[in-house]
């Protein structure tokens, strides 16, 4: 669901020829980047694909993440992002784990066990939820501080 958002975002400053402005090129950078470190830490890297499967579970948790995250570097606005942006963030993790929990409900299948209410319990799954925000909330106080220096230095003159 990320990468369709990042794809998405990207999709609409090509077609409207505008930007995302401050607070959603960030937040991409930290979702794709929570999405890499999850996979590769949690899911095992996707250890059990083979084939086409393993170069795309690369390209979606590896690829994406750094190229967001350079584009952001080099061309995403800095300046100005304050530090609440780090709670907005987290929007988009609560949705995303709200539909993976109705459709593990629904559906049987659970796509991240660490959120697997009926083999944790509540408390085991809410307590990984809980675990997870805070690692968002934490990853997005780190960009702030960083959009904050990066553009401190972009405005003093140091590029471009």
Do not use: Q
Not at 33 to 38: D, P, Q, T, Y
Not at 111 to 129: H, K, V
Not at 139 to 153: C, D, E, M, P, S
């Amino acid at each position: 669901m990320t990468n369709w958002l990042v794809t998405a975002s990207f999709l609409w400053m090509a077609a409207t020829g505008c930007g995302l402005g401050r607070l959603w090129p960030a937040g991409l950078v930290l979702w794709t980047a929570i999405l890499g470190l999850v996979f590769f830490t949690l899911l095992g890297g996707g250890a059990a694909t083979e084939g086409i499967g393993w170069w795309i579970a690369r390209g979606h948790h590896a690829v994406i993440p750094v190229a967001v995250a350079l584009w952001w570097l080099g061309f995403a606005p800095k300046t100005g992002l304050a530090w609440r942006a780090a709670l907005v963030w987290l929007g988009w993790p609560a949705l995303y784990v709200a539909i993976a929990m109705v459709w593990g409900f629904a559906s049987g299948f659970w796509p991240y066990g660490f959120i697997n209410a009926p083999e944790l319990g509540w408390a085991g799954s809410i307590r990984n939820i809980v675990v997870f925000f805070v690692a968002f909330w934490l990853g997005g106080l780190v960009l702030v501080a960083l959009a904050k220096g990066l553009g401190r230095w972009e405005r003093d003159g140091a590029v471009g």
